[in-house]
């Protein structure tokens, strides 16, 4: 409005006087970042641990609040098998009360199948798991559920962003004693179980939204892991169903958004 103002004076031939202008709002003071030593080791043990796999798998329970507007809370369920081979093979499935999907990456492509319509689409990514993360995230507005443990580097994904860590014993989860976590950032708390035994796998992540109405919940068990172990063979290819109908890699990602859980990455708050 200020700069029409004497834009329009100047049109009309009168003079302008100089206006203040106003001083820049400060920037804003980050917030001090509280993390507990042993919390901070416990994360980075699990972290090293992972980043030093050839090879892992698992399989986790995930569940996540849906609130629908004026509508009672409601969990959802689902099971989703991940495998990773380092640095440029991961192949998941997920089925469920909002899935039932499955998706190959081979180094050169992502190929997601909708096992329910039967249709498939690939698209091309680059030559390792940390891009294509990034890419999928940046690019096709995805975020994958529990990718920052794909990561070369989890540690550097899962503290980015954290302003507070606390360690908070050994408790129970999927069965085994764990070294129990909670950490926070501007947009989310969250908590992780470590397995306390020889491999410190994670067994338990809680995300709480805490800046949305409701503060909902994503949570995943981690019911199985297996690691470093053979690889089968054509595990990372993808081959087309019968009658399956390939279709635009901008439909399917628009089908993945809709029926995708909440963004359940915890690296940068999301």
Known sequence: MQRKVLMLLAALGLPTLAVAQPAPAPSPTPLPRVVEPRADAELRKMSDFLSKLRAFAYEAEETFDEIPDGELRQQLTNLRRVAVERPNHVATDATGDTLNRAAWYDGKTVTVLDKEHNTYATAEMPATIDATIDLLQDEYDVVLPLSDFAYSNPYARLSEGVTYGRYLGIHQAASVPCHHLAFSTETIEWQIWIDAGAQPL?????????????????????RRWKVDGPVPPGLFTFEAPEGAVKIDSKAMRKRMQETTPKPSGVGGGR
């Open 202 to 222: 994670p067994r338990k992540l809680v995300i709480t939204y805490v800046n949305e109405a409701s503060e909902p919940q994503y949570t995943a068990v981690f």
